[in-house]
């Protein structure tokens, strides 16, 4: 999964969780292949990180539901 596909997801989400248009930064967390940063800019209903883990063959039913568990904690 990359960087796109993971922007996507998290976008979709956090749209269904009622944010229409986040400002996201989207980072790769260094050393740690399949591990990504969300940073939700300016945000007032959930937390300002969230901290997925995806790899090659992770679907995108995984990461949304590990973007809502975590903005929904």
Same mark, same amino acid.
């Given at each position: 999964m990359d960087h796109q596909d =993971?922007?996507?997801?998290?976008r979709a989400a956090l749209r @269904?969780? &009622?944010l229409p248009k986040p400002?996201?930064?989207i980072e790769q =967390?260094? &050393? #740690?292949p399949g591990q990504w940063r969300i940073d939700i800019h300016g945000n007032r #209903? /959930?937390?300002g990180t969230l901290k997925i883990r995806? &790899? @090659? /063959?992770?679907t995108a039913q995984w990461v949304?539901? #590990?973007i809502?568990? #975590?903005y929904t904690a």
């Open positions: =993971v922007e996507r997801i998290a @269904e969780l &009622g400002e996201l930064t =967390v260094a &050393g #740690q #209903q /959930g937390p995806c &790899g @090659e /063959g992770s949304r539901s #590990q809502i568990d #975590q």
